[in-house]
Nanobody, 129 residues
Framework: QVQLVESGGGLVQAGGSLRLSCAAS????????MAWFRQAPGKERDFVAT????????YYADSVKGRFTISRDNAKITVYLQMNSLKPEDTAVYYC??????????????????????WGQGTQVTVSS
């Protein structure tokens, strides 16, 4: 069992930057795959970025590649999302997610909502034009 709490959301102008944080509880955090998803009003929750347990591997949605960076600090049991060159279409509620280690036989990257076990409450990011 793990609890996730996001913070760092807010209102920024297009082209600006923002860093989101996800503080986790649980002694097994260092074994979890972590990810960020986002959901705009009236839209589905979409994948943004993921990071492996050690932080050695990352994967991004095409829409944010080159602009966003996911990282983790296992000593601080925290995962981050650095967002640069923000666009109005980035406006959404951003959610932190965790996947417990278990066998998987498909893609090595987990990009679907159903592949994750734990979720934070979300933090609002609004980008003005």
């Amino acid at each position: 069992q793990v609890q996730l709490v996001e913070s760092g959301g807010g209102l920024v102008q297009a082209g600006g930057s923002l860093r989101l944080s996800c503080a986790a509880s649980g002694r097994t955090f260092s074994t979890y795959t972590m990810a960020w998803f986002r959901q705009a009003p009236g839209k589905e929750r979409d994948f943004v970025a993921t990071i492996s347990d050690t932080g050695g591997s990352t994967y991004y949605a095409d829409s944010v590649k080159g602009r966003f960076t996911i990282s983790r600090d296992n000593a601080k049991i925290t995962v981050y999302l650095q967002m640069n060159s923000l666009k109005p279409e980035d406006t959404a509620v951003y959610y932190c997610a965790a996947r417990a280690p278990r066998p998987a036989y498909g893609s090595p990257w987990y990009t679907e909502v159903y592949e994750y076990d734990y979720w934070g409450q979300g933090t609002q990011v609004t980008v003005s034009s």
